[in-house]
């Protein structure tokens, strides 16, 4: 098979690499389109490979009418329109992938080159990270690699040769690549990639249901990194802030309906945010979620400093954007481990917070009544109510990953049958039971504790580590944080206590075979895909400006920018033009292209001299390969008289024209196909 690969005519050839190319660079893209789009893209190219290996004809034109109308007619039912970031990339995936069956002419090869570049693109539209950025250059390589090839229309060169030139091409845009990178100005909202849909990977959910935080556990992927300024606190202490749930209809907890005011709130149950000692500061680098929410190191008296985005605090503290966050952001926030917030007093508002529905959870509202009627209970306050409840949780209950799905009474199932769960069945039984002695609560979903990557200096908070932990309310105090899943494992918010998420082949494998160097290479990807976000995705106007100070400028901004940027052009165009000048009078490029041809035929065995003329190298190669109308070794010998001729028998014509028959005889060598 491989022997008839290499044995195919040069159109077969360049056809089947091409249709190879575009399959790389349309692979990323297979999680991100339906599943009929990548079905049909992928059927399609197999076609075209099958036809061009059995040498058959296309397809008429009347097919791909037909193909295309039933793909816009399935775009329609998909994405509800044609217009729009999802709907535009099915669509330029089927008509890149329809127009290889019409692949007849050069022009229709130049239409598919440049659709292969805009599908590359669009790859950054959902995923912008590191391993998306290595494979799209190797997809930017292979469609150069196909572009300059079609510019060598002579002969059968080999694929290394167009890969080469590529290769060249790329190193010698590179330079201008990063200059037009650091000093380019960032217009937002034009600069940006963008992200139209809710379809971005979610951390925590806007209600809490039994079951799904535990989902959540199961994915080791990163949720946000965190550099602290000076000593961070302990790892127990890391409690980020999501939504906060205190609606409950039996099976599903949900915010609030009101909760705008950070003063009065609803029925004056605000949050009068009191903060003491000193803040801690630190700066946070969000994955996307897709929500308006930011997470916070409780509790943030100030907003977020998040460029683009307008925050503001609700009535339950937690911080939220005016917009979801659709892409990775990095703010920088204060927080105060020492507070205290909402109502010191009894206020109307509370009795949102002692709400049940009817109907549930029988033997918990029994076993609520039986404390309270307690003797020993009659008069505790509700810090000890809530002691005595942690207390029965550190005998005989369990956190675990794998709890079984709960029925209807989610909470007397815990408390009296399983006995068993994770933190969202833990903190939903306990605030229910709380409820049912009449002590305002409500639950608190976030992410808790995280990892410090010793590579980079960062503090890595993972999906897996997304939390829900409870808020009681306490005469004097206010809302106090109680999270009774450290009564029943203290282990949850402690350091490398986790329930770990199950690994993949290659990760278990490393970890059989050396612990320490799978932890290792781990915490090192991570720092590496960590600087491409801190200094590629990140790059901001502001640390352009940051640029501009650093090389003199005291009060730097556009203008000056565009002005460096300028500056650097012209005198890159007056470099190039001078070496170019230099070039020419230096270099003879007729030597040089017969020292070209004599390096290449030495490799193939045909020793030579500097003073071996053209005709003698001509006459060596028939030598050796022999003659023939057609052959390999006949066209060798007639590009090496040409090559004489050109120099010895030259006429009076001008300098330019020689310098025409220059690149022609320089663009037939590059074409020349070698004898075996």
Not at 485 to 496: E, K, L, Q
Not at 528 to 547: A, D, E, S
Not at 574 to 581: E, K
Request: with cysteine.
């Amino acid at each position: 098979m491989l022997t008839r690969l290499t044995t195919l005519p040069r159109e077969a050839r360049d056809t089947l690499f091409l249709l190879l190319v575009i399959a790389w660079v349309l692979l990323p893209q297979v999680g991100n389109l339906p599943l009929w789009c990548s079905a049909l893209a992928g059927a399609v190219l197999v076609w075209r490979g099958w036809l061009t290996l059995q040498s058959r004809p296309l397809p008429g034109k009347w097919w791909l009418v037909g193909l295309l109308a039933l793909t816009i007619a399935a775009t329609l039912m998909t994405h509800r329109t044609l217009l729009g970031r999802d709907a535009g990339v099915t669509l330029l995936v089927v008509l890149l992938t329809l127009k290889t069956l019409e692949l007849r002419a050069r022009r229709d090869a130049f239409v598919v080159f440049f659709l292969g570049f805009f599908c590359m693109l669009s790859n950054f539209f959902y995923s912008q990270s590191l391993l998306t950025a290595a494979s799209m250059l190797l997809g930017l390589l292979g469609l150069l690699t196909v572009l300059v090839n079609a510019h060598m229309p002579v002969g059968k060169p080999p694929l290394a040769l167009a890969a080469r030139t590529a290769g060249g091409m790329v190193l010698l845009g590179a330079p201008i690549m990063v200059v037009l990178f650091l000093l380019f100005p960032r217009l937002a909202p034009l600069w940006g990639v963008p992200s139209d849909a809710m379809t971005g990977r979610s951390g925590l959910s806007a209600s809490m249901q039994v079951g799904n935080i535990a989902t959540l556990a199961l994915d080791d992927s990163v949720a946000m990194r965190i550099r602290f300024e000076g000593r961070p606190p302990p790892q127990q202490d890391l409690y980020f802030r999501g939504p906060v749930m205190s609606s409950f209809d039996g099976r599903e907890w949900r915010p609030p309906l009101f909760n705008f005011s950070p003063r009065g709130g609803q029925g004056g149950v605000g949050s009068n945010l009191s903060v003491a000692g000193a803040p801690v500061s630190y700066e946070v680098t969000l994955e996307p979620t897709s929500r308006p929410w930011l997470f916070v190191m409780e509790a943030a008296a100030q907003s977020p400093v998040l460029p683009g985005y307008r925050s503001v605090m609700q009535a339950d503290l937690q911080w939220t954007v005016n917009r979801p966050i659709t892409d990775l952001v990095r703010y920088k926030a204060q927080s105060y481990p020492i507070f205290r917030h909402g109502p010191t007093r009894p206020v109307f508002g509370l009795r949102e917070f002692v709400a049940l529905p009817p109907g549930f959870n029988p033997r918990t509202l029994a076993l609520a009544n039986e404390i309270r009627s307690d003797p020993r209970y009659r008069n505790a306050s509700n810090a000890q109510l809530v002691q005595l409840v942690l207390d029965r949780l550190r005998s005989g209950y369990t956190y675990t990953l794998e709890p079984g799905v709960y029925g209807q009474h989610t909470a007397d199932e815990f408390w009296f049958d399983r006995k068993e769960g994770f933190c969202e069945h833990i903190a939903s039984a306990f605030v229910i039971l709380m409820r049912a002695m009449d002590i305002p609560a409500r639950i608190v979903t976030g992410y808790q504790g995280g990892e410090l990557n010793g590579v980079d200096g960062f503090w890595v908070v993972r999906q897996s580590d997304a939390h829900a932990w409870a808020e009681v309310w306490q005469e004097d105090r206010g809302w106090v944080r109680v999270d009774p899943t450290s009564a029943v494992a203290p282990g949850r918010t402690g350091a490398f206590q986790r329930l770990a998420a199950p690994q993949g082949v290659v990760a278990q494998t490393l970890g059989n075979i050396s612990p320490t160097l799978a932890a290792q290479l781990r915490a090192t990807w991570e720092a590496v895909n960590n600087g491409w976000n801190q200094w590629v995705l990140n790059y901001t106007q502001g640390k352009q400006l940051n640029l501009l100070k650093e090389i003199g400028f005291d009060s730097p901004s556009w203008e000056d920018l565009s002005y460096v940027l300028l500056g650097i052009i012209v005198l890159a165009a007056l470099l190039g033009a001078a070496w170019t000048l230099w070039d020419r009078t230096q270099h003879d490029p007729w030597l040089r292209l017969l020292a070209r041809a004599r390096r290449r035929l030495a490799k193939a065995g045909i020793d030579s001299t500097p003073a071996t003329p053209p005709r003698q190298l001509a006459q060596q190669v028939l030598a050796r390969y022999g003659g023939g109308s057609g052959s390999p070794g006949q066209a060798l010998h007639d590009w090496l008289m040409q090559l004489e001729l050109q120099r010895y028998a030259a006429t009076s014509s001008g300098q330019r024209s020689q310098r025409r028959e220059i690149r022609r005889l320089r663009q037939q060598w590059s074409a020349l196909a070698w004898p075996a």
